[in-house]
């Protein structure tokens, strides 16, 4: 299993661009998230899913939209980039009856000039 | 509002036992106890939970006071490799959100 998986590692966009973060997991969870990591900060909930076709608001949503097709993917779309999104982004996934015990991707660093 | 209170930093000489302390003393019946820790800028890695019992895995011991306002996590013998922001996090089993405080910087000294 590759477990989850995020694109780009590294990203440098300009304000008011949109894009889109990206994040597999091919372990069969239900349960997907997404956090930001502000510098020598804690992780902030985003936006998270507890299945496909079902999303909801974490903690931070504002300038982030989330949709949930498939059991494997959950994008993060920024749809006009601001430089207060600088952060690393890290998306998670787990099992319905696994509650607490989630599994991380990497990160992707984005700057928002 | 924070659930959990956590020291910002603590150090431990290497080969000694790290003891990290998380204050919850808000906690309710049915919320859970977890431990995840964060490598430098790598993805968060769960450790261990627990409700009322004391648990351990091949990472760590999980500590529960009887009372369940507190809890501290330990990792036996410290590693350079053990050196990490901790987090202690408290919610319901039911919960589908997990939420993270700001943790504690652990520094294994050699």
């Known amino acids: 299993n590759a477990g989850v998986t995020q694109t780009p590692k590294f990203q440098v966009l300009k304000t008011g661009q949109s894009m889109t973060l990206q994040c597999a997991q091919d372990m069969n969870h239900e349960y997907m998230s997404w956090y930001r990591q502000d510098p020598g900060m804690g992780l902030r909930l985003i936006h998270y899913s507890v299945g496909a076709g079902i999303t909801d608001q974490g903690e931070v949503p504002n300038g982030y939209n989330v949709s949930r097709s498939t059991t494997e993917d959950f994008p993060l779309r920024l749809l006009s980039a601001a430089p207060s999104q600088t952060s690393v982004y890290f998306c998670?996934?787990?099992?319905?009856?696994?509650?607490?015990?989630?599994?991380f991707g990497p990160g992707t660093r984005l700057t928002v000039l | 509002d924070a659930k959990t209170t956590q020291p910002p930093s603590m150090d431990c000489a290497e080969g000694r036992a790290a003891n990290l302390p998380c204050n919850h003393s808000t906690i309710s019946g049915n919320e859970y106890v977890y431990w995840y820790r964060q490598i430098h800028s790598q993805g968060p890695q769960y450790i261990i939970h627990?409700?009322?019992n004391n648990e351990t895995n091949e990472m760590a011991s999980l500590i529960i006071t009887e009372d369940r306002k507190s809890s501290t996590l330990i990792l036996p013998h410290a590693t350079l490799r053990d050196t990490a922001v901790y987090y202690c996090?408290?919610?319901?089993?039911?919960?589908?959100?997990?939420?993270f405080g700001k943790g504690t910087r652990l520094h294994i000294l050699p």
């Open positions: 996090i408290v919610r319901e089993d039911r919960d589908d959100k997990i939420i």
């Open positions: 627990g409700l009322k």
């Open positions: 998670a996934s787990r099992l319905r009856d696994r509650r607490g015990e989630q599994f």
